[in-house]
């Protein structure tokens, strides 16, 4: 199997099967993040432990790269603190934007989304669950849209 076949692989499994998937109530944060490109939302919900993400939930309807993009990245941030996500999300940004950006060891099974900036319509999608859990840590309970 190909690098190309295991990070399809990856994404086809966390599509079909997320994990962390569903609500947290209470929440110590919370965001409802739009793509405004589909009309697609997804929500994510944050448990805190001072700096750190205690725990992680999504929930929402999207296309495959978004829900599975938002699957891996609550198993990476769970238990890690805001400036290790900082650095992770910086990680992930540059793998989707970056055309040679090679993946980092760090990304662990992030790496699967390399595949996605081949096709740059969907990079909004990879990075909506990013941009929501961003507005969660730092607003509590946010709206925000990826435009
Ligand atoms: Fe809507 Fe991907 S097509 S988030």
Same mark, same amino acid.
């Given at each position: ?36 490109? &589909? ?23 999207? &296309? ?60 909004? &999608?990879?990075?909506? &669950? ?18």
């Amino acid at each position: 199997m190909d690098l190309k076949e295991l990070y399809r692989d990856v994404i086809l499994d966390h599509n079909r099967h997320p994990r962390n998937f569903g609500r947290i109530e209470p929440a110590d944060g919370r965001a409802e993040g739009h793509n405004p490109l &589909c009309g697609d939302r997804l929500s994510v919900f944050v448990v805190l432990d001072g700096e750190r993400v205690a725990d992680i939930r999504f929930e929402g309807r999207g &296309c495959a790269i978004s829900t599975a993009s938002a699957s891996l990245m609550t198993e990476a941030v769970k238990g890690k603190d805001r400036t290790a996500i900082r650095a992770l999300f910086d990680k992930v940004h540059a793998l989707l934007t970056h055309p040679d950006a090679a993946p980092d060891g760090a990304l662990g099974k992030l790496a699967a989304l390399a595949g996605v900036r081949e096709f740059p319509v969907r990079v909004k &999608c990879a990075s909506l &669950c990013w941009h929501t859990l961003n507005a969660a840590l730092e607003h509590g309970a946010a709206t925000i849209s990826t435009e």
